[in-house]
């Protein structure tokens, strides 16, 4: 039996969930491939590291027990994306909105290493896209994302397999899921500071939420869906970007006295040559399918000149539909061996 050896860079909720989903899916990838996957590495921020040959359920166990690894290697992440024994990278480290760094960094190590990479980090989408994956072209490594934007839902994939031939000539959607919640919230008639304390228990809202309010997140989600759909070759500051922190309860009643609700739109179409890019607050119909997005679900609309307007809906995802959204990436490496 063949082994694919990963490394995990991130083990947080989103990577505990992945590692989850490897052991019980284990003997049906055994099973359909002929393949054992084996963790050779885990990299964390703060709990330790470990290399050699990891036993996921006892990582998983001693995190759950004592927070960190019990008997940690004395190594740095870089080290591993230098110096590691894998196949494949799986980069989930904490998102930089501003710069995509370290994980740019990673991806590139990995892939000048000839090693496949899978990333649920949206940063190195959305400011390098272009440089890694014309670097996985060169080297003959597989480069997936798939988990960058919405989660599991499979919109790269889908406009890649079942979009042949189609242009892309538009991309709008609800993106960040925060603003969704604290919008609608706020439109149930409650205070701001309740919203965010309760959005915080619930653990879908940061400590520091502002790179949410302000539209920095949904600017990087937009961006990395026009670099790959689009080939638009922007990076998030090129977004016009408003976020929703002006944005009042009596702003709300008032459009819906108008029959209309508030949402944070998210838009990239090709104008003079060129892609260009939006966040902002739009008032939108009642009866409009994007006034039906609520909660923490996302939309996705892609336009393209073959199949016109295509809609992707996501219910209320969690932890699980990102795990799965690795997993699949995982066995699109399996496929393509």
């Known amino acids: 039996m063949k082994e694919l050896k990963l490394a995990l860079l991130g083990f947080g909720n989103a990577g505990r969930?992945?590692?989850?989903?490897?052991?019980?899916?284990q003997e049906e990838i055994e099973a359909r491939w002929n393949t054992r996957i084996v963790v050779t590495a885990i990299a964390t921020g703060s709990r330790g590291n470990l290399t050699g040959q990891i036993q996921l359920q006892d990582a998983l166990n001693q995190l759950e027990q004592n927070g960190k690894f019990t008997d940690p290697t004395p190594c740095s992440t870089m080290d591993i994306v230098i110096n590691g024994d894998y196949d494949v990278l799986v980069e989930m480290t904490p998102l930089n909105i501003h710069t995509g760094q370290p994980a740019i960094d990673h991806i590139r190590g990995a892939l000048l290493r000839r090693k496949h990479v899978i990333t649920a980090n949206k940063g190195p989408i959305a400011w390098a896209y272009d440089q890694l994956q014309d670097l996985a072209r060169q080297q003959g490594c597989g480069f997936y994302y798939e988990t960058t934007v919405m989660d599991g839902t499979p919109v790269f994939n889908l406009t890649e397999h079942t979009l042949k031939l189609a242009k892309v000539t538009e991309v709008s959607g609800i993106l960040n899921?925060?603003?969704?919640?604290?919008?609608?919230?706020?439109?149930?008639?409650?205070?701001?500071?309740?919203?965010?304390?309760?959005?915080?228990?619930?653990?879908?809202?940061?400590?520091?939420?502002?790179?949410d309010i302000e539209g920095y997140d949904a600017a990087a989600k937009i961006t990395a869906l026009l670099n790959v759909l689009m080939q638009a070759h922007i990076t998030p500051?090129?977004?016009?970007?408003?976020?929703?922190?002006?944005?009042?309860?009596?702003?709300?009643?008032?459009?819906?006295?108008?029959?209309?609700?508030?949402?944070?739109?998210?838009r990239g179409w090709r104008e003079d040559g060129r892609v260009h890019a939006s966040v902002r607050p739009v008032e939108v119909d009642r009866g409009d399918l994007l006034a039906a997005v609520d909660s923490t679900s996302s939309l996705v609309?892609?336009?393209?000149?073959?199949?016109?307007?295509?809609?992707?809906?996501?219910?209320?995802?969690?932890?699980?539909?990102?795990?799965?959204?690795?997993?699949?990436?995982?066995?699109?490496?399996?496929?393509?061996?």
């Open 237 to 266: 500051d090129q977004v016009d970007r408003t976020g929703i922190e002006h944005i009042t309860e009596a702003d709300i009643q008032d459009a819906a006295a108008r029959g209309k609700v508030i949402k944070l739109l998210c």
């Open 17 to 25: 969930a992945f590692a989850r989903l490897l052991l019980e899916k």
């Open 301 to 337: 609309s892609i336009t393209t000149d073959l199949m016109g307007k295509l809609s992707i809906l996501e219910h209320d995802p969690l932890i699980e539909q990102t795990a799965y959204g690795v997993f699949g990436d995982l066995l699109r490496v399996l496929e393509e061996q």
């Open 177 to 211: 899921t925060t603003t969704n919640y604290i919008l609608e919230e706020l439109a149930a008639g409650k205070a701001y500071d309740d919203i965010i304390a309760a959005g915080r228990k619930l653990g879908f809202i940061e400590a520091d939420a502002a790179m």
